[in-house]
């Protein structure tokens, strides 16, 4: 079965403007979590998503938000980019919720997004 | 402060040497899991390990989890080229949390 889709792979941006990215799960599951990976910070938790209500976050700023669509495809929004938020932003879906227990989570290969 | 610290951050080896990398925290954890990450791609599940003392061995890896279930070991026996990657251990509460990392480069 296809694995997790993220779209784009790679974009440029520059400072002050907005991005989303998309992310398809694999097909019956219902979680989708997103990550933010950088050299410095490592694997950072920013939100996740299960049947279309966010019910965990982590902590970053406001500017930092996402949704998730009845299909289960989930998008994340990046607003008045700055350059700090230069990484690469993982997807990560799952079964059940990231609370459950003997959970797995399959990623995608991210989107790296690179603030100028 | 992370809640997982992995040692050691970098380890470059020549092939067929054997190496071990760490993974230690302060907190109780009911299970850990390990994932590597190879360039370009997302991480990959390798194991996961629930019961203190657990020993799991996946080829050429083996996965330790500390008897207090608070830290965890993975051993590679006569590394290769492929094992190149990103390991990352992580656990979970609420949300999963992952650890530093250990980028591994095995040359040929």
């Known amino acids: 079965k296809a694995g997790v889709t993220q779209t784009p792979r790679y974009l440029i941006k520059t400072r002050g403007q907005q991005v989303t990215l998309s992310c398809s799960p694999i097909?019956?599951?219902?979680?989708v979590s997103w990550y933010q990976q950088t050299p410095g910070q490592g694997l950072q938790f920013l939100f996740e998503y299960f049947s279309e209500t966010q019910r965990n976050k982590g902590n970053f700023p406001g500017r930092f938000s996402g949704r998730q669509f009845s299909n289960s495809r989930s998008e994340m929004n990046v607003s008045t980019l700055e350059l700090g938020d230069s990484a690469l932003y993982l997807c990560?879906?799952?079964?059940?919720?990231?609370?459950?227990?003997?959970?797995?989570?399959?990623f995608g290969a991210g989107s790296r997004l690179t603030v100028l | 402060t992370q809640l997982l610290e992995q040692s050691p951050q970098f380890l470059s080896i020549q092939e067929g040497e054997n190496l071990t990398v760490y993974c230690n925290s302060s907190s109780v954890f009911s299970s850990l899991q390990w994932y590597r990450q190879e360039p370009g791609e997302g991480p990959v599940l390798l194991v996961t390990?629930?019961?203190?003392?657990e020993v799991k061995k996946l080829k050429r890896l083996t996965f330790q989890f500390g008897d207090a279930r608070k830290d965890s070991s993975l051993h590679i026996t006569a590394a290769q080229p492929g094992d190149t990657g990103l390991y990352l251990c992580?656990?979970?509460?609420?949300?999963?949390?992952f650890g530093t990392g250990t980028s591994l480069t095995v040359i040929p």
């Open positions: 990560a879906s799952s079964l059940a919720g990231q609370a459950s227990g003997a959970n797995v989570l399959t």
């Open positions: 390990v629930v019961t203190g003392g």
């Open positions: 992580a656990v979970r509460s609420n949300q999963f949390y």
């Open positions: 097909s019956g599951h219902r979680s």
